[in-house]
């Protein structure tokens, strides 16, 4: 299974930047896709599901209103839509796929985990 994000880069506070992720090993559309970030010196924390019929979103309270998740299953591809960028968002997002009827926010949920992309928002 691999899993490889896309998409970071160094952005000024307000803007947007799209993240993608790529699945390719996996039957995707069984899986629970999310967005995680991780800070220097901090724990993983979620950011960012959709549930494997693409339905159902679920988001962070810090990202709720500036954060869009998506998917598109022909493509085997997860976004992560970030618009209003703080820089407290700084940080590196990953992604994973987790089991369908698992907790989507819960980092013990995702069997599989790509590498993360760096996304620095400047004040």
């Known amino acids: 299974v691999q899993l490889q994000a896309s998409g970071g880069g160094l952005v000024q506070a307000g803007g947007s930047l799209r993240l993608s992720c790529a699945a390719s090993g996996l039957t995707f559309d069984r899986y629970i896709m999310g967005w995680f970030l991780q800070g220097p010196g901090k724990e993983r924390e979620f950011v960012a599901a959709?549930?494997?019929?693409?339905?159902?979103?679920y988001n962070a309270d810090s990202v709720k209103g500036r954060f869009t998740i998506s998917r598109d299953d022909a493509k085997n591809t997860v976004y992560l839509q970030m618009n209003s960028l703080k820089p407290e968002d700084t940080a590196v997002y990953s992604c994973?796929?987790?089991?369908?009827?698992?907790?989507?926010?819960?980092?013990?949920?995702?069997?599989?985990w790509g590498q993360g992309t760096q996304v620095t928002v400047s004040s």
């Open positions: 959709v549930s494997w019929s693409g339905f159902k979103t």
């Open positions: 994973a796929a987790a089991p369908g009827g698992t907790y989507p926010a819960k980092v013990a949920s995702y069997t599989h």
